[in-house]
């Protein structure tokens, strides 16, 4: 199976997506790269994981298999058509999002979009090597205070210049040595930078999130401080930090800023067993209680009526939209739940999937 023929176009597991079986997954990791990046920068990790954790890599367009395309314009435009692309997959089954440097701010944006759509809730959202969005004003909380902007620099290598401030943050990366390559992949990093520099949250501060946040960063990484990371503590009641110490294993020429994507395998050591830990300890389901819901699932599964359920998918057993009375619940152990119902059709409805989807 081609690795883009699984998920679509917004996923490349690359050659990884063989060594994945379905029935094993449990939890699933949506994990997006950092600026100028692609699917690739996680290629390999599968293979070094628990057969229960499956490795969802993004790829956004205008980069590699997607090079033909137009580049995203907007965090709002991109953040809103990966959701939309992954939205099955993560409705199947229990997902971790994952986000390094700038896929941190796009990993929060996507956890937001979902929440919008009354998607199911991630088992934990894990940003990596960046600050929290609410500092997200480059002038005033980029750590880089000589030029915190980069997107509008001037062409070339020269004093003053977007490749000589590229290289002084993040390391002169011989793969970018010539000036053909450099030309070649510049529009890119410019467009993802005009991203990162430009963004805005759309959570406050004061909004938590139901759900575990784990900050993690390479010791050593000058693009934010340790408080910065510490920051994203506002936004969960559950926040822990995790830091790696990975200067012994990076390239001479590199930075700890790059550290998933150079010596990610402490890292990756690490995500596996965290992933089966969140699984294990994931919510119950609260139970089904008589009174109105509607079907707003494609299995069958029930929201209370009052729910918005402008994104929900085509049902099995219903259509979407339905409203019915639940008159009786019976819960079985390790059995899915299931409710007998009336008005309009009578019966009962299995309803599987019922915790991710309560209003």
Same mark, same amino acid.
């Given at each position: 199976?081609?690795?883009?023929?699984?998920?679509?176009? =917004?996923?490349?597991?690359? /050659?990884?997506?063989?060594?994945?079986?379905?029935?094993?997954?449990?939890?699933?990791?949506?994990?997006?790269?950092?600026?100028?990046?692609?699917?690739?920068?996680?290629?390999? =990790?599968? %293979?070094?994981?628990?057969?229960?954790?499956?490795?969802?890599?993004?790829? #956004?367009?205008?980069?590699?298999?997607?090079?033909?395309?137009?580049? &995203?314009?907007?965090?709002? %435009?991109?953040?809103?058509?990966?959701?939309?692309?992954?939205?099955?997959? /993560?409705?199947?089954?229990?997902?971790?999002?994952?986000?390094?440097? /700038?896929?941190?701010?796009? +990993?929060?944006?996507?956890?937001? %979009?979902?929440?919008?759509?009354?998607?199911?809730? !991630?088992?934990?959202?894990?940003?990596?090597?960046?600050?929290?969005?609410?500092?997200?004003?480059?002038?005033? @909380?980029?750590?880089?205070?000589?030029?915190?902007? #980069?997107?509008?620099?001037?062409?070339?290598?020269?004093?003053?210049?977007?490749?000589? @401030?590229?290289?002084?943050?993040?390391?002169?990366?011989?793969?970018?040595?010539?000036? &053909?390559?450099?030309?070649?992949?510049?529009?890119?990093?410019?467009?993802?930078?005009?991203?990162?520099?430009?963004?805005?949250?759309?959570?406050?501060?004061?909004?938590?999130?139901?759900?575990?946040?784990?900050?993690?960063?390479?010791?050593?990484?000058?693009?934010?401080?340790?408080?910065?990371?510490?920051?994203?503590?506002?936004?969960?009641?559950?926040?822990?930090?995790?830091?790696?110490?990975?200067?012994?294993?990076?390239?001479? =020429?590199?930075?700890?800023?790059?550290?998933?994507?150079?010596?990610?395998? +402490?890292?990756?050591?690490?995500?596996?067993?965290?992933?089966?830990?969140?699984?294990?300890?994931?919510?119950? !389901?609260? !139970?089904?209680?008589? &009174?109105?819901?509607?079907?707003?699932?494609?299995?069958?599964? #029930?929201?209370?009526?009052?729910?918005? #359920?402008?994104?929900?998918?085509?049902?099995?057993?219903?259509?979407? &939209?339905?409203?019915?009375?639940? %008159?009786?619940?019976?819960?079985? !152990?390790?059995?899915?739940?299931?409710?007998?119902?009336?008005?309009?059709?009578?019966? =009962?409805?299995?309803?599987?999937?019922?915790?991710? /989807?309560?209003?």
């Amino acid at each position: 199976m081609a690795a883009s023929a699984r998920y679509g176009k =917004w996923v490349d597991q690359g /050659l990884s997506a063989k060594a994945v079986s379905p029935m094993h997954v449990k939890v699933r990791v949506l994990a997006i790269p950092q600026a100028g990046m692609g699917a690739w920068a996680f290629h390999g =990790w599968q %293979e070094k994981l628990p057969k229960s954790v499956e490795m969802l890599p993004v790829e #956004l367009p205008g980069r590699n298999s997607r090079m033909l395309e137009d580049k &995203g314009q907007s965090m709002a %435009e991109l953040v809103g058509d990966l959701v939309t692309a992954v939205m099955p997959a /993560l409705e199947s089954k229990p997902f971790v999002v994952l986000g390094h440097s /700038l896929g941190a701010w796009m +990993a929060f944006e996507v956890c937001n %979009e979902i929440e919008r759509r009354r998607g199911p809730k !991630p088992l934990c959202l894990i940003v990596s090597g960046c600050r929290a969005p609410q500092l997200h004003e480059p002038l005033e @909380h980029d750590a880089d205070r000589v030029m915190p902007c #980069l997107h509008d620099l001037p062409k070339g290598s020269g004093p003053g210049s977007f490749w000589e @401030h590229f290289d002084r943050r993040y390391g002169k990366n011989p793969d970018l040595a010539s000036d &053909g390559v450099k030309d070649y992949v510049e529009p890119l990093l410019r467009s993802d930078f005009k991203i990162l520099e430009t963004y805005a949250p759309t959570r406050g501060a004061a909004e938590k999130f139901p759900f575990p946040v784990l900050g993690c960063g390479a010791r050593g990484d000058n693009r934010f401080t340790p408080e910065q990371l510490t920051a994203w503590s506002v936004y969960t009641d559950t926040f822990a930090e995790r830091w790696f110490d990975t200067a012994a294993t990076m390239p001479k =020429w590199s930075t700890p800023h790059r550290y998933l994507v150079d010596s990610p395998d +402490a890292f990756v050591a690490f995500l596996g067993p965290k992933c089966e830990d969140l699984f294990k300890n994931k919510p119950k !389901p609260p !139970p089904i209680r008589p &009174g109105a819901y509607a079907v707003a699932n494609k299995k069958g599964a #029930l929201v209370r009526a009052e729910c918005d #359920l402008a994104s929900a998918q085509v049902g099995d057993l219903l259509p979407v &939209g339905t409203r019915v009375t639940v %008159e009786e619940a019976v819960h079985v !152990p390790n059995a899915k739940p299931r409710a007998r119902i009336s008005a309009p059709v009578a019966g =009962w409805l299995s309803c599987h999937v019922i915790a991710q /989807l309560l209003g």
